[in-house]
């Protein structure tokens, strides 16, 4: 089913976790102004997936990124701009791994098949329908061969499941409330990735910067 197609805001600021689909990498950085950003190394995270949106993004360096979010999931609004892609945000929650809460957006197809993959799941889980939400790790990346070279998509796989933590507010969004339907056409080609061989693990580095002490359930900390 998915929860948008993929391509070929006013309110309170939140600090981002990025991933770089060129290197296979995830990035974020604390709180503090002007603060550096450090490498994710374990990227495992509660993921707000009922509290999720789409929306047009303009991703432009050295600036916030311009919004135009949707009213749901599948009711797009105008493209503000030609430069504006289709893409998603959403709430992820880890006090070891991320430091608290950090907005997570994307406009990359790789990101965003990964992310409706992640959504497939959540939707059919039984978890789900009790409230619960997942635990996600990225367990590696895999190779997408495209027009513009190789970009790494990651592979994420819900490996525990929580009650919702006081940190990520209540569902204010609807995630599952209407049917998935593609954008307006004036919005970029869908994107279709080629096969890909199997995942590809993420090296692993020393983080630079010592995190709070972590979550833990079932044996999978976050």
């Known amino acids: ?64 990124p311009d919004k135009a979010i ?25 006090d070891k791994n991320l430091l608290g809460v950090r907005e997570f957006a994307s406009t990359a197809g790789s990101v965003i098949e990964a992310m409706n993959g992640l959504y497939d799941a959540w939707l059919a889980a039984p978890e789900a329908a009790q409230g619960k939400l997942p635990v996600v790790r990225c367990a590696g990346v895999l190779p997408v061969t495209g027009k513009h070279g190789v970009n790494y998509a990651p592979v994420l796989e819900i490996v525990a499941w929580v009650d919702r933590p006081a940190q990520l507010g209540e569902v204010t969004a609807k995630a599952t409330a ?22 590809v693990q993420v090296p692993v580095q020393a983080p630079v910067q010592a995190p709070p002490p972590a979550m833990a359930h079932a044996g999978v900390e976050f």
Do not use: C
């Open 70 to 94: 949707n009213a749901s999931l599948s009711a797009w609004g105008p493209k503000p701009s030609d430069a504006h892609k289709r893409g998603f945000q959403i709430n992820l929650f880890s």
């Open 178 to 199: 209407d049917p998935v339907t593609q954008a307006p056409a004036t919005g970029p080609a869908a994107y279709a990735p080629p096969p890909v061989p199997a995942p």
């Open 1 to 64: 089913m998915a929860f948008m197609e993929a391509p070929g805001g006013d309110g309170e600021f939140t600090v981002y976790v990025k991933y770089n689909a060129k290197a296979g990498r995830w990035y974020t950085k604390d709180d503090a102004p002007n603060a550096a950003e450090f490498e994710v190394v374990n990227m495992t995270a509660v993921f707000d997936i009922p509290n999720l949106k789409t929306g047009w993004f303009l991703f432009q360096a050295g600036s916030a």
